[in-house]
């Protein structure tokens, strides 16, 4: 992921600046599960993800691409 943007503020989360880099490793194929890893200006954050947020994240991901 590359550019420089300004991070979405919203009430309650935590804002640990840009992400520098990001990576996903598949944990199992059935069902489909993984890691998505982004290195911040915080430190590295890992998140656990679903075949159903991954489709979720792709759409958002196609938008922001496109505008």
Do not use: C, W, Y
């Not at 804002?15 to 890893?37: D, F, H, N, W, Y």
């Not at 998140?47 to 196609?62: C, G, H, Y």
Request: avoid cysteine; glycine fraction near 8%.
């Amino acid at each position: 992921m590359s550019g420089d943007s300004t991070p979405a503020v919203h009430p309650g989360t935590n804002t640990v600046g840009k992400i520098r880099a990001s990576s996903i490793l598949t944990k199992s194929k059935e069902p489909l599960t993984g890691i998505i890893e982004l290195r911040t200006d915080g430190g590295p954050i890992e998140l656990t993800i679903d075949e159903d947020a991954a489709l979720a994240l792709r759409t958002d991901l196609k938008r922001f691409l496109t505008q």
